[in-house]
């Protein structure tokens, strides 16, 4: 009863022959991954990663004598890591956490007018006149 590894890979993918019982045997694809990149894709699913990006940039922040002497780019860095993570991680961009926060919805407070979903905007001007990629057409 052994783990066998096939000859062939299949990229970051390997084939592995497992023997079941003395007439059985099971053929299977797995993926291998590095610790290296286990821990980049658990970092950045997890949060790890922004949270740890916009410490970084607010510690410099601080560390400068008046905070208006920070680089534009700095300030902007450090909201964005923030809006990150409220979206993606906490999942704050939702109608309910949106209402309990106290936002106003345009569909309560004009029900008269008539909306427009993306997907009949995309039918309607969007697919049905695409633009180029390029100037020149290709």
């Known amino acids: 009863m052994g783990v066998f590894e096939a000859i062939r890979r299949h990229g970051r ?3 592995f022959l497992y023997q079941l019982n003395l007439e ?21 699913m997890t949060g790890e ?17 008046d905070p208006k002497e920070a680089d534009f780019t700095m300030h902007v860095y450090q909201s964005f890591t923030e ?3 409220s979206i993606h991680i906490h999942g704050n961009n939702t109608v309910a ?22 997907k009949e905007f995309a039918n309607k001007g969007f697919y049905a006149n695409p633009l180029p990629l390029y100037d020149d057409g290709y």
Not at 33 to 44: C, H, I, Q
Not at 49 to 65: P, Q, S
Not at 97 to 118: F, W
Request: aromatic share 10%; glycine share 6%; hydrophobic share 40%.
């Open 13 to 15: 993918y390997h084939g």
């Open 97 to 118: 956490n949106a209402k309990a926060a106290g936002a106003l919805d345009a569909r309560e407070l004009y029900p008269n007018v008539e909306m427009t979903s993306l």
């Open 49 to 65: 990663d922004l949270l740890r990006r916009g410490k970084e940039v607010t510690a410099k922040i601080v560390a400068l004598h």
């Open 83 to 85: 809006y990150q993570y």
């Open 24 to 44: 059985a045997y099971h053929w299977d694809i797995a993926q291998r991954v590095a610790g290296e990149d286990f821990e980049s894709k658990k970092t950045r």
